[in-house]
């Protein structure tokens, strides 16, 4: 409950700043037996990294993994995996002048009425670096979810008001906004670049399917799947709304409209002849894609000028120094895969005791 | 983690199907020598009681409470609340025809593949009904956030296309619908009966806003006030989407149009100017109002001629009997407040142990 | 982590007060499609039910057991299982004159200390009738166990300075005292009687084995088994001392004397060829029988003049009125057993999602 | 659940093998603003160091504390403290001829059924060298029990039949052996060489004392003080019996014996006249002082030829090497101090909301 642990069977616990020494995550209950490299979990991490293109923050951080216990002979050993990530590109310097100053749109203020305290450097622990220990713990999950056919994907589904509109999973990592439609893509990077000029920044949203999901994952009451979906994308940081299946727009609907009707199909499977419900029913899956979108607002530090206030109440004119995402999507969509996957790895555990 | 419990210092367990005996909750956690008497409570579960208009479900059930445990001389003792109500009005026999068959919409088939068996009557564990342990434990935290000043308000922002402009919150409990705008409400009241003549039903938007709320409350990365919200909101059935402050609006727009600025108030308070991030920033409350909106789809059963199949997968036209709701919104209400209650009082007590 | 909670997979809270309306439990987690009747769960009630004999206090209570949800048709749904027990023989008189003085032996004063206010009738959540929740909840545990050929039976070691020697399990339900030694049984209730004459009351030991329990289960660090089971026994009121194996013994042994050698039995199976250990090493169990004992005080509420204060410290002779257990041994039995029950079916559970 | 988490509201999980890069700990939840330095956790691990004198292991690690985040300008920040002691004088190859076979008195075999994999170098995480985590996380818990006037002092009892009788708590760190009683110390010390020189082990008691704690800490059902700190210590490694006050000799006594009198003494404080109940009633401290006992096997690691069986049952004559303690008590105090710290620390953060 202090608020740093996440998921139940399979519960991670990340801890770091973001100009601290390192930032890391220990994983405790993950199943024994299974094969871990280092590449498997780099290969994520190198997904969320900063300093990846041109629309991304400039800082330059390798974010090398190193496993510091639970993994022996390249297989995990049922006990605490402990992964670290120093930290290397950090200018403690840019943040100097911001020290005693509320940053608008971000946790500065907050943290102060809350702790009394703060690392000010960089947002300290309220800085998205805190997600490379999820993103390290989530690439386990991934591989365990994969001996179940699990697999998820995210997407840039919206960026300012261009929404993808052609889904071709395929495309997603090809260009450098990962949206699935590639003629999309192009126009969002325009529009990224656009911002980035005008020293503002844009919002949008990340769509994430997972496909392979058995039916009967879940739990009926506080923790249905869409109940620890939601807290589970809504605890990353600049998540302003979230929704499953058909989602707002159910608002509008009627029950004949939403209602998915139920077929056996050729192979003898019973399924759902639309997916409005996003996969599930009452907290548990249904068998269908289990499809999940999050609104990301626009990134809070833009060099622009701002009216804000110092820690003791005068009025300041503030220009947010520091390397930051114009857009924080395309960076978000590793982040959200990895919440789902820590999501869907502590269902499908759970799953093993549900009957008797 | 078995899924029934919510919350960590204020800790409910709900129990109870739909068509059995009782339903009840027990609380956990709550601080002793609180004064509680039953019609605190009672108040509470009327708002949410079946029966209550033309508008709602026919289902008559005094949900009368009883306190078993943990309240002594009209005082909390600190030890654990059991609450329950016992079902009055349970017509099983309207369920005997869907015993092995799915309907649309309806956790049914979902729990048949996670447990192997269901309680049929009512959906069982699946039924709206279990909500009625949640709002009577949260009638407690509704009073212990009152010591702070912390009020929390819900109401029907829309319904359909219907969407209240006027928000004046004294009208809420002025119309059988529970909506701020009195105008828009006969509209929404008259949209809800149209649905039901033709039997079909209708989904909504409830808003809740909590003030009063002191900044500080809430944690900064996995246990975020907006992922504990997200993920209580979204524990209720039906719920389809979830957003705090400009939510899903915020996805269209730049940085500079998003991001609060803060000032200094006549009375010397730090404030600010917007409330586009709805109360909080980075998992923190920041002291202005907190405000989020909850997507509830329209009623899954409804009398209209549906195809679905059963058990064995024999295809079939299903008209599902008993008594329904033809728009949950206005029932919502109470319950939506409740669970932005159960996440409060968590956070209230939990600030207090936040610094030494 | 408010306190009434146990287990995890397992997971049952327990609520009421000794002379409220009534006491009970939640099962949160059990496994669907198990088969469980009133019965099942009322013969276990039976055993800890007051009032059984000449020994134990002449408080009459049925018990009577009453299922108010998550089983239906005989079976376990997998939903909260809740489980009553109404109070019937609650003279709350008798409490009347000690509602202000602190009897000795008693949680009276810290309760005051640490709530700043108390239920007196009967010790209220402090009774050892809250029990009664803990019993009814092991008893479907012990069913779960059963399924994987686990028994665990336990008996009065020790009365005052007599000690079992002979071990007979055949016998622990043949004599009033639940002691496995007929001869010495015999000796033991002399001794209870002969203190209650006396206005006062003795201490003593049981012991509680397992049967039946395979190799692998519990975990090494802060789960070991015994310190699940160390907490889970010393959870019960009045219980001074926990051991394991050997225990206290060790202290006084030398490595070679303790360590239990291992060989291949005539099946193939690796055994050990003495249980120093008492069928664990490092935390899990190593397929020997799990042997541990708890020391028991003798009943704090004698009817001999006592002196103390009330609170406001003002010195009083104390004559404790009620009905109680001269010894609390052998009612102590089926609930170390239940205790001991609940542990192994967490970690039963526990062990199916251990490996990949 | 997963096992290396331990406390609620000071959460604290451990990481690490015995003979990997490194081992660790995070706490989560230490409140904001304390004073830490490194120093400050440097001390505890000093005195649990292996390598200290001629009467414990010779392994020589510096055990030199890194502080990785959660610490800022020398104040807790109330994010997660990231604490890391790597290793140093590791000697894998003594452990290879032992990596199929089971040493007696060892997790060898039952890690093997949990988990079907080990790293068996040095006993991987079934090692002592986990504790090095619990100590340096509960040296920041003593710190915030000193601002309450709360100090745990551990100490050596008992070794093999030498019993200390003599308690002057200024002793203990003034022999290697920590024992109060200065004579009784020697004496134990020549104890422990003697068995050494018999290439064998021996086992003892430690007794820990914390004074100062206020009355009114705990919790009255699962989580009594007492089943917290059994469940603490008894998840030491080679732990094989608690004992809270009066212990096991209760079981021999009378009522009218062992009932602790109340009285208010001369500064108007209620206090009691004897403290057979070892500072706690129904699971609630009771402002005396809390006193427990653990009874510690002698060490597993002996160089003595033993037998056993390898993984495929064949039978071996073993020899141990390594280097070990030959008796476990001395370094056991501060871990044993460590946990009933933790214990202390979670259940005094949980005071302070358990009352309105």
Redesign the interface.
Known sequence: ??????G????I?????SH?????V?I??C????DISEDDIQHELDRRRPGQSKITTQRKEPDRI?I???I?DG????????L?IKNADVISKSYEDIKDT?R????????E???????YRG????SAR?TVGRVAAASIAKK?LS?DGIKTTGYVK?V??IVADNIDLDQIEKNLVRCPDSKKAEEMIEQIEK?RREG??????VEVVSRGV???????????I??????????I?G??????????????????????????DDS?N?RFRTNN??G????????EDLLVRI????????P?I????DKH???KDLVVKGRHDPCLCPRAVPIAEAMVNLVLVDHL????????
């Open positions: 409950m202090p608020g740093n642990s996440f139940n069977l399979f519960r616990t990340t801890w770091g700043e601290g020494l390192a930032l890391g220990i405790d209950g199943p024994s037996g299974i190193e510091l216990s639970g022996f297989k995990t050993l049922g006990t605490p995996i402990s670290m509320y608008p749109g971000h946790a500065d203020y907050t943290y009425k809350k702790y009394g305290i703060r690392d947002g300290g622990r309220s805190e365990i001996f919206q300012g008001d911002v503002d920044s844009i919002g949008g949203i058995p039916p009967g994952l879940g739990s009926p009451v506080f923790n249905k869409e109940a620890d979906l939601a807290g589970a994308l809504m605890s940081g998540i302003r709304g979230f929704e499953v299946g058909m989602g707002f727009e159910t608002a509008r609907r009627m029950g004949s409209e939403v209602n998915d009707m139920m077929y056996k003898g019973l419900a996003g599930l029913q009452g907290g548990i899956t249904n068998g609104a990301i607002k626009p990134t809070s530090s833009i622009k701002q009216k804000t206030v109440g005068k009025q555990l759970m799953s093993k005791v549900s009957r008797i």
